[in-house]
């Protein structure tokens, strides 16, 4: 199965520490809508951290709001997640989820695999 969007950009930090993921659509995508980041955590919840439109409306979850900060490049096809201030408890496997049409496809939601970020207290 083709991958259609590919996050990048996870690692380990310290708390306090900051990191920026990316996360690109393929380029037979097109007309996307809604851009997504959620989170699964050890326990494996999986939460939403933040959306954003194609117009650039924004909206977080409580957990990471005035710390994390989504934007996108349509020009890209990409979207971004700013992490500051990271906290132990941000530690969690952060997915893509954009919503898009493939080629001739029909329009659906594609998820990327997943980048895993750590933090350190």
């Known amino acids: 199965q083709v991958q259609l969007v590919e996050e990048s950009g996870g690692g380990l930090v310290r708390a306090g520490g900051s990191l920026r993921l990316s996360c690109a659509a393929s380029?037979?995508?097109?007309?996307?809508?809604?851009m997504a980041w959620y989170r699964q955590t050890p326990e494996n919840q999986r939460e939403l951290v933040a959306t954003v439109t194609r117009n650039g409306n924004a909206n977080y979850g409580d957990s990471v709001k005035g710390r994390f900060t989504i934007s996108r490049d349509n020009a890209k096809n990409t979207v971004y997640l700013q992490m500051n201030n990271l906290k132990p408890e941000d530690t969690a496997v952060y997915y893509c989820?954009?919503?898009?049409?493939?080629?001739?496809?029909?329009?659906?939601?594609?998820w990327g695999q997943g980048t895993q970020v750590t933090v350190s207290s």
């Open positions: 989820k954009i919503n898009g049409i493939s080629g001739f496809g029909p329009r659906r939601d594609s």
């Open positions: 380029k037979t995508m097109h007309s996307l809508n809604d």
